[in-house]
């Protein structure tokens, strides 16, 4: 069962782009929460949001939940080689004991 | 410092010999979690474990068995493991609400089924 699709799957850019990811889903999430996934580690958490519409910024970096919280997008704006790793999307729907993960957006900013 | 530790780190074993690969975490969480991870399928869940002595399957648990005896470990056994089972294995642990609270994860398991 995938819940959460995420889009691109791959994204190469060069240092300075901008860039959105998307996470969508036809079920609605009573919390989301971005990671970043950098080679050899565990994901680690960025942001978590819970209310429809809502936006949060983490610096160069902004995140917005759908208003009917059923997809999410992550902004990078002016991308640096730092922001290289897999984005993954979760979230978890009400009343859920487990948390669903997307597919994934393996992002590469070159020098 | 909080932390969610695994081992061993990477593992070769051969078709049907069991294994178990550890999961302990020193923050008093009641969730924890197994994920496996492979290219362009994402992180898909094996089973997780709401407290103590209740665990529940995820969406791939055929093939793997889990414990919950303490609170702190949560270890993931494979009775007879198949090559299909080589993979990237990620315990987790989380406070409630879950997905309202950060979910830690261990730093993984590389594990090669031959």
């Known amino acids: 069962t995938q819940l959460l699709e995420q889009s691109p799957q791959f994204l190469s850019i060069q240092e300075g782009e901008n860039l959105t990811v998307y996470c969508n889903s036809s079920s609605v999430f009573s919390s989301l929460q971005w990671y970043r996934q950098e080679p050899g580690e565990g994901p680690v958490l960025l942001v978590t949001?819970?209310?429809?519409?809502e936006v949060k910024k983490l610096k160069r970096l902004t995140f917005q939940f759908g208003d009917a919280r059923k997809d999410s997008s992550l902004h990078i704006t002016a991308a640096q080689p730092g922001d290289t790793g897999l984005y993954l999307c979760?979230?978890?729907?009400?009343?859920?004991?487990?948390?669903?993960f997307g597919t994934g957006t393996r992002l590469t900013v070159i020098p | 410092e909080a932390q969610v530790t695994q081992n061993p780190r990477y593992l070769i074993t051969v078709t049907g010999k069991k294994l178990t690969v550890t999961c302990s975490q020193n923050?008093?969480?009641?969730?924890m979690s197994w994920y496996r991870q492979d290219p362009g399928l994402g992180l898909r869940q094996i089973y997780y474990?709401?407290?103590?002595?209740?665990?529940d399957k995820g969406d791939v648990p055929e093939g793997y068995k889990v414990s919950r005896k303490e609170k702190r470990n949560f270890p993931l056994i494979l009775e007879s493991p198949s090559p299909n089972q080589t993979s990237l294995y990620f315990c987790?642990?989380?406070?409630?609400?879950?997905?309202?609270?950060?979910?830690?994860f261990g730093s993984g398991t590389q594990l090669s089924v031959l």
């Open positions: 923050m008093n969480h009641e969730y």
């Open positions: 949001v819970v209310t429809g519409g």
């Open positions: 474990s709401m407290n103590v002595e209740v665990t």
């Open positions: 979760a979230g978890r729907t009400t009343g859920a004991n487990n948390l669903f």
């Open positions: 987790a642990s989380s406070s409630w609400p879950l997905g309202n609270e950060k979910l830690f």
